[in-house]
């Protein structure tokens, strides 16, 4: 089974603080996905990376800048943070071709105070 | 861009079918994927059409009209269990979710 692992369940942190959040997979999936997933918004494409130190935007990625420095590890930060980005944040990975199925970590749930 | 509908809420009781429609714009096309999310949980994958047609996993089934830019998925059989969100999603070069549809099952 495919194991993606987000550092955190929950976490609480302060306007303008500078926030990592971080997922690891143990599946060597080459494709990494930061959601944000918001009451009646659905998931919300934040970044997504195809490959080592490759990054591409999604719809929504200011505010917002990641790190793929390993395979493994997909890396979120938001480098000022505020209060419009409490939110549910969810790490996704997926193998290979464009029609394999995403696998989801459980999800960090941040609130910015 | 891109953008999906769906339906935000849908009720049934148990034992009923249930269908729940997507529509999508989008400038590039691969597949639509559905997943399934329930409260406190992380999405899952349900089904993917990459052509048109009815793809058929037990209990769920999912349909695809490339030139409708529709699709739906068909739940039989409801049961309390399957009370959650569902997503549409189409796969591009990327993934876009549609907003969900929850779906509640009543006795």
């Known amino acids: 089974d495919v194991k993606v692992t987000q550092s955190s369940r929950y976490l609480v942190k302060r306007t303008g603080e500078k926030v990592f959040l971080e997922c690891v997979q143990d599946m060597d999936h080459e494709n990494m996905f930061w959601y944000r997933q918001d009451p009646g918004l659905g998931l919300r494409l934040i970044y997504f990376?195809?490959?080592?130190?490759?990054?591409e935007k999604g719809d929504i990625p200011e505010g917002y800048s990641v790190s793929r420095e390993k395979k493994e590890r997909f890396s979120l930060i938001l480098e000022s943070a505020s209060t419009n980005q409490t939110s549910m944040y969810l790490c996704?990975?997926?193998?290979?071709?464009?029609?394999?199925?995403?696998?989801f970590g459980d999800g960090t749930r941040l609130s910015i105070l | 861009g891109q953008s999906l509908e769906q339906p935000s809420e849908v009720t049934a009781v148990e034992g009923a079918i249930v269908q729940i429609n997507c529509t999508y714009q989008t400038s590039g096309f691969y597949g639509l994927s559905w997943y399934q999310q329930h409260d406190g949980g992380a999405p899952t994958f349900l089904s993917y059409n990459a052509l048109d047609g009815l793809e058929e996993t037990g209990r769920f089934s999912s349909f695809l009209s490339r030139s409708d830019s529709y699709g739906y998925l068909l739940l039989q059989e409801l049961q309390m269990k399957d009370s959650a969100s569902y997503f549409c999603a189409v796969n591009n070069n990327d993934m876009r979710f549609g907003a969900g549809t929850r779906l509640t099952v009543k006795p």
């Open positions: 996704a990975t997926s193998g290979g071709a464009l029609n394999q199925p995403q696998h």
């Open positions: 990376s195809y490959d080592v130190k490759m990054k």
